[in-house]
């Protein structure tokens, strides 16, 4: 449990840095967010892994989720386009997520069996 709560934070982490870096175009203040944001990324990814979960496990749905998360919270707080197509893509990511962590746990079901 304690590794997926350090990815949700790792996801968050990074997309508050990305997010940052849009408001550090105006005020740039704003990159003390942007690299506290990727450092505690790297962190909480650091933390994840040393927690057992498989590198492409965790960077698979680090990567897609805080792409899928930027690009809402992007939509909401800049304004940016969200369109249809772009939703789709959102939800083809969150398919390849669960995906992703569905054959992993096949896969470790079939380690522990051997």
Do not use: C, D
């Not at 203040?29 to 933390?47: C, D, E, P």
């Not at 386009?81 to 992703?100: D, E, Y």
């Amino acid at each position: 449990m304690k590794k997926w709560l350090f990815l949700v934070g790792a996801i968050l982490s990074e997309s508050a840095g990305s997010l940052s870096l849009k408001a550090a175009l105006g005020h740039p203040a704003w990159y003390l967010l942007v690299i506290a944001g990727f450092l505690a990324a790297f962190v909480f990814l650091a933390l994840v892994l040393r927690e057992g979960m498989a590198l492409g496990v965790a960077y698979g749905i680090w990567g897609a989720s805080g792409v899928a998360l930027t690009a809402v919270l992007s939509a909401l707080i800049f304004g940016e386009a969200l369109t249809p197509l772009m939703l789709v893509g959102i939800v083809l990511i969150i398919l390849g997520v669960l995906t992703i962590e569905l054959g992993a746990q096949r896969a470790a079901t079939k380690r522990e069996a051997n």
